[in-house]
């Protein structure tokens, strides 16, 4: 979560963006991670540095959308062409 955050603004909107599109794509997902940061709020008043970096989902949810959408210039729509491609 740190390595999105210490990006820059404009990569972390951009991470955001590609984070709540993958979110929308897999309910799943999301009900996973909204269960783990429930159960982590339970049981603390308010998330700190610690407790961010305990909700495992959370961070292997960012380190995946980083890996599978770079936060660079290549459109989503160009990906998915060449991969098909091959």
């Known amino acids: 979560m740190l390595n999105m955050l210490a990006a820059g603004h404009e990569t972390t909107a951009s991470a955001?963006?590609?984070e709540t599109h993958a979110l929308a794509e897999?309910?799943?997902a999301q009900t996973r991670l909204r269960d783990e940061i429930q159960a982590m709020l339970k049981?603390?008043?308010g998330p700190g540095y610690t407790e961010l970096e305990?909700?495992?989902f959370l961070n292997n949810f960012?380190?995946?959308v980083l890996r599978v959408w770079c936060?660079?210039?290549?459109?989503?729509l160009r990906r998915h062409l060449s991969i098909s491609a091959h």
């Open 16 to 18: 955001l963006q590609w």
């Open 54 to 56: 305990s909700l495992s």
């Open 62 to 64: 960012c380190r995946e």
């Open 43 to 45: 049981d603390t008043p």
């Open 26 to 28: 897999h309910p799943e």
């Open 71 to 76: 936060l660079g210039n290549t459109p989503l």
